[in-house]
């Protein structure tokens, strides 16, 4: 490695600036409880998804929000008894509140009880009137999953989900979703990536496949949802207008064009339970809007905790704040992230918890850190300008400058956990190579290898902390603080390791708090 490419690597040429817009959505929750892991999950992996592509120079929004109507709210209120916007306002600020703990990076909290949101969702409706009739609706309904059941679907009195159904006979109003089969299988196929894990992809073909049926939008008997437009006593089904919070977040119905623009480059994170809502109705009713069909429906997976389906009865609900407040919300992104696959179902088990944080990250991750940065310590914080490198510390330079690139693929398949695991290979090796090089030895023996050693190795942390950035902002962070960087961006950083003044370090995973 010569000087003019040796240890000054630039992030921003490294990495190279790819400026696009990317608009990122988490679902926006049910208020009827308090949030849980799985939202927390969903909206942590939202984080990473728009953090990332912040960092790779994308323009970015991402929106989160509440889902404050529907007859589920209405009931949840009710039974307190509280008046409904009351209880929802609370209930939104507890969902608020668990942004702040997870560190979302939200650009937009939305509300649907909002005015902004009942102008938009009476927009929607009124492009959507050419497919719109209406008709008599008779036949079950699930509040609980605030869904209609086909008959053929219920046992028991129950819907597939397990939840009770009940017998609904009303005027309504219907959209014509039988009408979009063939552009729906159309779509599916020119654009193969649109939902996401590959694996769902049939899923949602077959069904579609199976024949759509026209689906009732309106309810009549029941008032806690925006009105539909023109109608003295109908609301909009509940589902049409939680979709709607998609767009309203872009500025509809103002600035259509735009809205349109950035809909095409929009990924939604949602739970593999709604995904034949945005994979199926939503973009139906965008084409029949002339809005753009989302990028990407990415359907997570379910976590349940301790092998068991998580329920207040059985008191095995995994409250995130508990966990934050214990271990740091950094260890709870990493572990959400790491221990399975996105798309994959979990078991959230306290052992297998404690596990990834005292093996992943307490020894690999913080300890290469601690070990390098305390080497530095003894060479009085500074590092001395030393182009001598051998070629075990050009492969593993190499290594680290290909770490982003890496990433950008897995991140464009939102492989969170690839990348995960990417970046710890790169953790695993510069750790071995702690091992094979001894720097202790050196120290004693050869001060000029050891400036080499310690500089390959401050490289390789500094591209590890660059791409943990998005999953891990905070210890990303601390990282770059450690070496005195403070105030540059993680992209500007320019690295020159004779000009950085290291400080001594402290523990990046305190092992008790
Ligand atoms: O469905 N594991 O809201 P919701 C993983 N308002 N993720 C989970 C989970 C679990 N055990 N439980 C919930 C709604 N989630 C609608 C959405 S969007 C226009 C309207 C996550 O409060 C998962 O992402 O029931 C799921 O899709 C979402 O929370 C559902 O939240």
């Given at each position: 490695m010569n000087k003019s490419d040796g240890c000054r690597c630039i992030a921003t040429e490294l990495y190279g600036a790819k400026p696009s817009s990317v608009v990122v959505t988490t679902p926006i929750y049910y208020i009827n409880g308090a949030p849980h892991i799985g939202h927390a999950y969903a909206s942590i992996a939202a984080d990473v998804i728009a953090r990332f592509h912040r960092l790779d120079g994308s323009k970015v929004h991402l929106s989160t929000g509440t889902d404050e109507h529907g007859i589920k709210v209405a009931r949840s209120a009710e039974t307190i008894p509280m008046d409904v916007q009351k209880f929802a306002d609370q209930m939104s600020d507890k969902f608020r509140e668990m942004n702040r703990a997870i560190n979302l990076s939200e650009d937009d909290f939305i509300r649907t009880t909002e005015n902004r949101h009942?102008?938009?969702?009476?927009?929607?409706?009124?492009?959507?009137?050419?497919?719109?009739?209406?008709?008599?609706?008779?036949?079950?309904?699930?509040?609980?999953?605030?869904?209609?059941?086909?008959?053929?679907?219920?046992?028991?009195?129950?819907?597939?989900?397990?939840?009770?159904?009940?017998?609904?006979?009303?005027?309504?109003?219907?959209?014509?979703?039988?009408?979009?089969?063939?552009?729906?299988?159309?779509?599916?196929?020119?654009?193969?990536?649109?939902?996401?894990?590959?694996?769902?992809?049939?899923?949602?073909?077959?069904?579609?496949?199976?024949?759509?049926?026209?689906?009732?939008?309106?309810?009549?008997?029941?008032?806690?949802?925006?009105?539909?437009?023109?109608?003295?006593?109908?609301?909009?089904?509940?589902?049409?207008?939680?979709?709607a919070n998609y767009i309203t977040s872009l500025g509809f119905p103002h600035n259509r064009e735009y809205v349109s623009e950035m809909m095409a480059n929009c990924i939604h994170v949602v739970g593999k339970e709604?995904?034949?809502?945005?994979?199926?109705?939503?973009?139906?009713?965008?084409?029949?809007a002339g809005i753009s069909v989302p990028k990407r429906v990415f359907a997570h997976g379910w976590w349940v905790s301790e092998g068991?389906?998580?329920?207040?009865?059985?008191?095995?609900?995994?409250?995130?704040?508990?966990?934050?407040?214990?271990?740091?919300?950094?260890?709870?992104?990493?572990?959400?992230?790491?221990?399975?696959?996105?798309?994959?179902?979990?078991?959230?088990?306290?052992?297998?918890?404690?596990?990834?944080i005292s093996y992943d990250l307490a020894n690999d991750l913080g300890n290469l850190v601690q070990r390098v940065l305390v080497f530095i310590q003894k060479l009085d914080g500074r590092l001395s300008v030393n182009y001598d490198f051998s070629s075990e510390e050009q492969i593993l330079f190499v290594?680290?400058?290909?770490?982003?690139?890496?990433?950008?693929?897995?991140?464009?398949?939102?492989?969170?956990?690839?990348?995960?695991?990417?970046?710890?290979?790169?953790?695993?090796?510069?750790?071995?190579?702690?091992?094979?090089?001894?720097?202790?030895?050196?120290?004693?023996t050869d001060v000029r290898r050891l400036n080499a050693v310690l500089t390959t190795l401050c490289e390789s942390i500094r591209a590890i902390a660059f791409g943990l950035a998005p999953f891990m902002p905070g210890t990303a962070r601390k990282i770059f603080d450690f070496m005195n960087v403070e105030g540059k961006s993680f992209r500007e950083l320019s690295i020159n390791f004779s000009d950085?003044?290291?400080?001594?370090?402290?523990?990046?995973?305190?092992?008790e708090r």
């Open positions: 009942r102008e938009s969702a009476q927009a929607l409706w009124k492009l959507l009137e050419k497919d719109i009739y209406k008709d008599t609706y008779s036949g079950w309904y699930s509040a609980r999953d605030e869904e209609y059941v086909a008959a053929e679907d219920v046992v028991d009195g129950n819907a597939p989900s397990g939840a009770p159904v009940e017998w609904m006979e009303e005027e309504s109003y219907f959209f014509r979703l039988s009408a979009y089969q063939d552009r729906l299988l159309d779509y599916y196929d020119k654009h193969p990536d649109f939902i996401a894990p590959p694996s769902r992809r049939n899923e949602v073909i077959n069904f579609v496949k199976n024949g759509l049926r026209d689906f009732s939008i309106s309810r009549n008997k029941f008032d806690w949802g925006v009105p539909v437009p023109d109608s003295n006593d109908h609301v909009m089904y509940v589902w049409i207008d939680a979709l709604i995904l034949r809502f945005h994979a199926v109705y939503w973009p139906a009713f965008l084409m029949s068991q389906k998580m329920s207040k009865s059985i008191g095995n609900v995994v409250d995130p704040f508990e966990i934050i407040e214990k271990c740091g919300i950094d260890s709870l992104r990493y572990f959400l992230l790491r221990e399975i696959r996105f798309g994959e179902d979990g078991d959230f088990s306290n052992d297998a918890f404690q596990r990834r290594h680290a400058r290909g770490l982003w690139d890496s990433l950008r693929q897995l991140m464009e398949k939102q492989d969170l956990h690839g990348a995960l695991c990417c970046i710890w290979d790169l953790v695993s090796e510069s750790n071995k190579f702690i091992n094979d090089m001894r720097p202790w030895e050196l120290a004693r950085v003044r290291f400080d001594p370090p402290a523990p990046l995973f305190p092992r």
